[in-house]
């Protein structure tokens, strides 16, 4: 996972917004692709095996609008990474 001075100035998802960025003290994967593109999910605490499952995110944004989710999983080789899978109800 990158932890140069580019990743503090990203926006984290579900962050609150008076204070939207990544903190020094927590570890992030890169959302990559689909409706979250480039904003940072803290898997701070995750373990490997919820690293492997990856995460369903609520958004307004995806296809399915209010309620829906777009799903992310790591990338093979770099966890630092998750790919957009498609989106879920």
């Known amino acids: 996972m990158d ?3 580019d990743q ?3 926006r984290v998802y579900g962050a609150e917004f008076d204070h939207p960025g990544p903190r020094s003290d927590r570890c992030y994967a ?5 409706p979250l593109d480039g904003l940072l999910l803290d898997i701070t605490g995750w373990t490997a095996d919820e690293i492997q499952t990856g ?3 609520m958004t ?3 296809q ?5 989710r777009a799903v992310y999983g790591p990338r093979p080789g ?6 957009w899978t ?4």
């Open 78 to 83: 770099n966890t630092a990474r998750f790919d």
């Open 60 to 62: 307004e944004l995806g």
């Open 30 to 34: 890169e959302l990559v692709g689909g």
């Open 55 to 57: 995460a369903a995110l």
């Open 64 to 68: 399915f609008g209010p309620g829906g």
């Open 8 to 10: 503090m100035s990203r």
């Open 86 to 89: 498609g989106d879920t109800p």
């Open 3 to 5: 932890r140069n001075g």
